[in-house]
């Protein structure tokens, strides 16, 4: 799997994707600086977890007219795969790659902890190694994470299989205290329409590894490399 990792001022989490990547497929991926205007030949594209721009604007919205993104859409709509995490979910719907926006968290205030997430949806690329139904453990730390579209989007991505996963608790069971953020119908994570690119609230590269305190996210990893190796 050749995969690259955009990098604007502000992402923090570039070297934890890097490092889950490489461990996964056993490739060190490209790092890409936000002003680059080309993009490697690659099979990934990922836009890291951080604060681009320090979110002065708007959460991802400074990021998205950065010159890299033009390539990004450019590889998106050739059915490239793109992977958004957090802030990266923030970029790609300011981008216009993915429907909906995100919002401050309903509490007003940053949460960084340990959720759990329920597979909404089979893929053979971003879900590969898990099961439909099946509860994960996965880390959030956000302040802008609370998704939010209006009724009819809600409607088409439930309807059309582009709810990825949604938060819950252990059991799988959803509820308002499962939901860290406030996010319209639990939403953790939603595809767009060719189902080639997915946000991603939480953090699974921090959770590829044990000695991180879980080793829910490396599947998430290692499915990309089996699938796209």
């Given at each position: 799997m050749k995969a690259a990792v955009v990098v604007f001022?502000?992402?923090?989490c570039e070297r934890d994707v890097r490092v889950a990547l490489a461990k996964s497929s056993?490739?060190?991926?490209?790092?890409?600086?936000?002003?680059?205007?080309?993009?490697?030949?690659?099979?990934?594209?990922?836009?890291?977890?951080g604060f681009a721009y320090g979110d002065y604007l708007r959460a991802g919205a400074m990021a998205a007219r950065s010159p890299v993104m033009r390539a990004v859409v450019?590889?998106?709509?050739?059915?490239?795969?793109?992977?958004g995490i957090c802030n990266g979910f923030q970029v790609l719907t300011e981008s216009g790659l993915l429907p909906g926006a995100l919002m401050?968290?309903?509490?007003?205030?940053?949460?960084?902890?340990?959720?759990?997430?329920?597979?909404?949806?089979?893929?053979?690329?971003?879900?590969?190694?898990?099961r439909v139904g099946e509860t994960i453990r996965i880390p959030v730390a956000h302040h802008d994470g609370n998704y939010f579209a209006d009724p009819e989007t809600l409607?088409?991505?439930?309807?059309?299989?582009?709810?990825?996963?949604?938060?819950c608790h252990s059991d799988g069971a959803r509820g308002e205290s499962a939901n860290?953020?406030?996010?319209?119908?639990d939403i953790a994570g939603t595809y767009n329409?060719?189902?080639?690119?997915?946000?991603?609230?939480?953090?699974p590269e921090r959770a590829a590894d044990p000695l991180l305190g879980g080793n829910d996210g490396r599947p998430f990893f290692d499915g990309l490399a089996e699938a796209l190796g």
């Amino acid at each position: 799997m050749k995969a690259a990792v955009v990098v604007f001022p502000g992402s923090n989490c570039e070297r934890d994707v890097r490092v889950a990547l490489a461990k996964s497929s056993g490739r060190d991926p490209h790092m890409v600086w936000h002003t680059e205007t080309e993009l490697p030949d690659v099979d990934l594209i990922v836009i890291p977890g951080g604060f681009a721009y320090g979110d002065y604007l708007r959460a991802g919205a400074m990021a998205a007219r950065s010159p890299v993104m033009r390539a990004v859409v450019d590889e998106a709509k050739r059915g490239t795969a793109v992977l958004g995490i957090c802030n990266g979910f923030q970029v790609l719907t300011e981008s216009g790659l993915l429907p909906g926006a995100l919002m401050r968290n309903a509490g007003l205030r940053y949460v960084c902890r340990f959720v759990h997430l329920r597979v909404e949806t089979e893929h053979p690329l971003f879900t590969r190694r898990y099961r439909v139904g099946e509860t994960i453990r996965i880390p959030v730390a956000h302040h802008d994470g609370n998704y939010f579209a209006d009724p009819e989007t809600l409607r088409r991505l439930d309807g059309e299989g582009r709810i990825a996963f949604r938060y819950c608790h252990s059991d799988g069971a959803r509820g308002e205290s499962a939901n860290p953020n406030g996010s319209a119908d639990d939403i953790a994570g939603t595809y767009n329409e060719e189902r080639n690119v997915l946000g991603l609230m939480p953090h699974p590269e921090r959770a590829a590894d044990p000695l991180l305190g879980g080793n829910d996210g490396r599947p998430f990893f290692d499915g990309l490399a089996e699938a796209l190796g």
